[in-house]
Nanobody
């Protein structure tokens, strides 16, 4: 079993900043990528940011230049620094982990999601 524990969600004013953290624990052999999705009422889940084990990153266009994703592979943790927050950033932010075990033809991949942490940006 793999567990993801998120923290850092809060109520913040427009233009403010917030940092989210997520720690993964359990049976993790290899973490290939970690990141964040968000879900808001009436909208589909959106990829916010993801970072691979090699350090490459990918962001949603809506957060580029404002959000920064980072990770600590030794701690199986991922972080999201959010700046210049806007009301449209209001959502439940879910931690995401893509892991694998085995190699070559025996490699198997898994995806895990956290419960989410609420971020609310007031106008």
């Amino acid at each position: 079993q793999v567990q993801l524990v998120e923290s850092g969600g809060d109520l913040v004013q427009t233009g403010g900043s917030l940092s989210l953290s997520c720690a993964a624990s359990g049976n993790i052999y290899r973490t290939d990528a970690m990141g964040w999705y968000r879900r808001s009422p009436g909208k589909e889940s959106e990829l916010v940011a993801v970072i691979s084990s090699s350090g490459s990153t990918r962001y949603a266009d809506s957060v580029k230049g404002r959000f920064t994703v980072s990770s600590d592979n030794t701690k199986n943790s991922v972080y999201l620094r959010m700046s210049n927050l806007k009301p449209e950033d209001t959502a439940v932010y879910l931690c995401y982990v893509h892991r694998s075990d085995g190699d070559g033809p025996h490699r198997r991949t898994y995806e895990h999601w956290g419960q989410g942490t609420q971020v609310t940006v007031s106008s």
